[in-house]
């Protein structure tokens, strides 16, 4: 499978590419007053408006750095939620995440994904890491070294970025925009 490849609070992370839709320069965010950790904002993504998780103040606390290769990289996501009177139903998201030093894409077969053995449940995005034995190489980076191939990367589950938190939000965002589109259609 094909792999997306960035950094986020200093460490490399690979996000499937089958999820993604584009990726896009970084640009200013508009600030949403309390929304929750994580949200940097939303932006006008093709006449979309979209909210945008920094993976690294939600991964490392720190928000990502404005570099050259930082990007928004906007990704589908098939969500599963309760409708009103019918039971679950599925629905697709797209939301943009801050990434920095996203100028790759890597090949990567699912069982090179090793469990680290450690599950955290403040972040259940995370997931397998492969290590440079499986990257082809047996040698460990020297202190400071960047994109080396012994460098570990671990996967990210996008839709488990959304927690409770931030799927409340999207899901009221989704009721008042469906109230606002009845009252334009129904009129005064």
């Known amino acids: 499978m094909l792999y997306l490849i960035f950094r986020a609070g200093g460490e490399r992370f690979a ?17 949403v007053p309390h929304a929750p950790f994580g949200v940097a904002g939303v932006f006008n993504y093709r006449g979309t408006v979209i909210p945008v998780i920094d993976l690294s103040r939600l991964i490392a606390d720190t928000p990502c750095r404005p570099l050259y290769s930082t990007r928004i990289v906007v990704v589908r ?24 030093q996203t100028t ?10 090793e469990d680290p053995g450690l599950h955290i449940e403040q972040a259940p995005y995370l997931r397998g890491m492969v290590s440079g034995r499986n990257l082809g190489s047996d040698t ?3 202190p400071g070294a960047k994109n080396s191939k012994a460098d570990m990367i671990q996967r990210i589950d996008a ?6 938190d931030i799927r409340h939000a999207l899901k009221l965002a989704r009721e008042v925009a469906r109230e606002d589109t009845n009252a334009r259609e129904t009129g005064p």
Do not use: Q, Y
């Open 104 to 113: 790759e894409t890597m090949a990567l077969e699912d069982a090179m994904f």
């Open 15 to 31: 996000l499937g590419a089958t999820s993604v839709i584009e990726v896009v320069p970084l640009v200013r965010l508009r600030p």
């Open 77 to 100: 996501l098939e969500l599963e939620e309760n409708g009103k009177n019918r039971g679950p139903e599925k629905s697709e998201r797209r939301i943009g995440l801050i990434t920095e």
């Open 159 to 164: 839709t488990a970025l959304l927690t409770p």
């Open 140 to 142: 460990l980076d020297a």
